[in-house]
């Protein structure tokens, strides 16, 4: 059974950092776009930032210059270390995987997978 484990929220002060991780496991064989995603009170959620395969990293504007996304693949893990931390940014992260791919019984399934989410809060 395929899980994604997120960890690394939390509350921090306003000009802090965060180091976000989610762990894919499972019997994976592969792992394609991991991307994190957040969703605050009374908002949609939205794309924060993402990451393929070869390491092509897209971000949404509001975090630029101040998240990263990085991934080890082989530990099927993604990461999101964010700096300068704003009020605004007070949501519940959560961590997706994209066709992930693994084996199911004698043949495999490939699909979208969402980690249970981490709460952070940055106070104003």
């Known amino acids: 059974q395929v899980q994604l484990a997120e960890s690394g929220g939390g509350l921090v002060q306003s000009g802090g950092s965060l180091r976000l991780s989610c762990a894919a496991s499972?019997?994976?064989?592969?792992?394609?776009?991991m991307a994190w995603y957040r969703q605050a009170p009374g908002k949609q959620r939205e794309l924060v930032a993402s990451?393929?395969?070869?390491?092509?990293?897209t971000y949404a504007d509001s975090v630029k210059g101040r998240f990263t996304i990085s991934r080890d693949s082989a530990k099927n893990t993604v990461y999101l270390q964010m700096n300068s931390l704003k009020p605004e940014d007070t949501a519940v992260y959560s961590c997706?995987?994209?066709?992930?791919?693994?084996?199911?019984?004698?043949?495999?399934?490939?699909?979208?997978?969402w980690g249970q989410g981490t709460q952070v809060t940055v106070p104003s």
């Open positions: 499972g019997p994976i064989f592969v792992t394609n776009t």
């Open positions: 997706n995987a994209n066709t992930l791919g693994y084996f199911s019984g004698s043949s495999y399934k490939i699909e979208d997978f």
């Open positions: 990451i393929s395969r070869g390491g092509t990293t």
